[in-house]
């Protein structure tokens, strides 16, 4: 059995068991939730009708947000040239070293990139990225020779999606201390972004739910209107 804080049950109070909000509601509510010792993160959690076992019916993309993700991200970049990657704001590059310390356990890193010519070798090290949700691909944008650009679409707040077996996804959409307007239109941009990954002859409804929360908020029900 679940115990739960009373912080927690206080915000439960504050909400409709049943009613949905729109973002900027919801939003203005969770901001009126008490809130953790810590700066909580902010997710939008959908629930998608494609069918999960169909690969044609798999859901990944990227968003920028418009306000950043508020995170720190430690990106590591697959390259021939890791002196330029450095150089770049890459926080670890490399290839046959990185690879063999990711093939020993290693991935302490939120972000994975790499150009063209180092997939050849990164593919190696699939079975471990893969599952993660860390092996770089180009439908991510995360297999390119721009690094410079990559790197810095990173880590002013592109954020990538990926369904999951279930056919659910989680999006990061910023951080408490943001201020209401920054999270309504990053929290817009997400779902527009999820909207723009429709596959592509899917009949049906494509986004069945949609929630809000933070950390250690329960969760808001949007109103998909």
Known sequence: MKIRSKRYKGAVSKKSSSES?????AIDLLNNFEAAKFDESVEVSISLGVDPKQSSQAVRGTVNLPHGS????????????????IAAGADFAGLEDLIKKVKDGWVDFDVALSTTNAMKEVRSVARVL??????????????????ASAITEVKSGRVEFKMDKTGAMSVLVG?????????????????????????EGFKGRFIKRIHISSTMSPSLLLDLN
């Open 70 to 85: 508020g995170k720190e991200v430690k990106v590591l970049v697959f390259t021939d040239s890791p002196e330029e990657a």
């Open 130 to 147: 893969g599952p993660r949700g860390l092996m770089p691909t180009p439908k991510a944008g995360t297999v390119t020779d721009d690094l």
């Open 21 to 25: 909000y729109t973002i900027n509601t």
């Open 175 to 199: 951080k408490r201390s943001f201020e209401s307007s920054k999270l309504v239109e990053n929290t817009e941009a997400a779902l527009e972004a999820v909207n723009a990954a429709r596959p």
